[in-house]
């Protein structure tokens, strides 16, 4: 599978967003990213962030990839545990829980989603048996990108910006 999606990014052409619960790029993958980047290709990605992953080791080993992506240029945002919309994915009382991302999928230009079970990680590409299904569909495609929008308002998702000492720093709308 990550033959196939290493070739999906190479591939893109206008935009590629990721939403990932675990971000973990094997070399590959992260050199794809880049490779988009450097093409001007606009990279969107989604994950957890420390307060909504329930695996720190998996959210240690993505802090690890966060400073090459977006000195690459790649506009990362982490899911926010107070995001504002959290009832929209919750039954009530909603006070009293926090919001986790568990989704995984791709978005590719305005025709191509791949979605399913494998997060963007070493386990899920190498030793998990995954399964994943590539459509091509512009209707399909534009759906979920509308659906997924508000998922990277700030009100939902951290933005992290590179600060010019190197620091990342974690943006929201408050």
């Known amino acids: 599978m990550a033959n196939e999606l290493v070739s999906l990014f190479d591939g893109a052409e206008s935009e590629i967003l990721i939403v990932s619960a675990y971000l973990i790029p094997t070399p590959n993958l992260e050199g794809a990213i880049e490779r988009a980047l450097d093409r001007g290709v606009r990279v969107r990605i ?24 977006l000195e690459h240029g790649a506009e ?5 545990t107070d995001a504002r919309d959290r009832e929209r994915y919750m039954l009530t009382p909603v006070q009293r829980k926090m919001l986790a991302l568990h989704a995984k999928a791709l978005i590719i230009d305005d025709d191509k989603v791949f979605i399913g079970s494998a997060n963007l990680d070493p386990r899920s590409l190498r030793i998990n048996t995954e399964m994943g299904f590539l459509v091509l569909s512009d209707q399909f495609n534009k759906e979920l990108r509308a659906a997924l929008e508000g998922d990277f308002s700030a009100a939902n998702a951290w933005r992290l910006e590179l600060q010019e000492d190197g620091k990342v720093f974690w943006v929201s709308n408050d």
């Not at 990362?76 to 926010?80: A, K």
């Open 46 to 69: 989604l994950t957890n962030s420390i307060g909504s992953n329930n695996h720190l080791t998996a959210h240690s080993a993505y802090r690890n990839h966060i400073n090459t992506l």
């Open 76 to 80: 990362m945002h982490e899911v926010r």
